[in-house]
């Protein structure tokens, strides 16, 4: 379910399927309201399972970047490595249970990942799957 808010023409809760994007949530939504502001929005951002997508409306002052936000992340639409259990590394694309467990192992045997690119480290991850992940993850 994505929680769709602010200048939209139906705002409400929607079930998108895995892999929507926050463009799908706000066509969902009956699209923008005339004074919505889009191009605060990126809308090519995969949206995950329990997260909002706010539609500003023109000159109204945005604090943080318009994203889709996951519980659990300090940084709007990111699934923290340093935080997330196995269940929400298996969101990733490319992370399957055998992954997500070598990453919660990785980070309970060395720590939290100081760096994305630490990711690397993690048996099972090389740098074709950490391409698909850097803009998917964070460390804080």
Do not use: C, W
Not at 9 to 27: F, H, V, W
Not at 33 to 41: C, K, M, N, T
Not at 44 to 57: G, K, M, N, Q, R
Not at 116 to 134: H, P, Y
């Amino acid at each position: 379910m994505i929680d769709v808010k602010g200048a939209v023409k139906n705002a409400g809760l929607y079930e998108l399927p895995s892999g929507s994007r926050i463009n799908d949530a706000i066509q969902a939504a009956g699209g923008f309201l005339p004074e919505a502001d889009s191009r605060s929005i990126n809308l090519a951002v995969i949206v995950l399972d329990e997260s909002a997508v706010y539609v500003p409306t023109q000159g109204e002052e945005i604090l943080t970047p318009v994203t889709a936000t996951a519980g659990g992340s300090a940084e709007p639409g990111l699934i923290n490595v340093n935080s997330a259990d196995e269940e929400e590394l298996t969101e990733l694309p490319g992370i399957g249970p055998a992954k997500a467990a070598a990453i919660v192992a990785h980070r309970t045997e060395n720590g939290p990942f100081e760096a994305i690119e630490q990711l690397m480290d993690v048996t099972g991850i090389g740098e074709k799957s950490f391409e698909q992940l850097k803009e998917l993850v964070s460390i804080k």
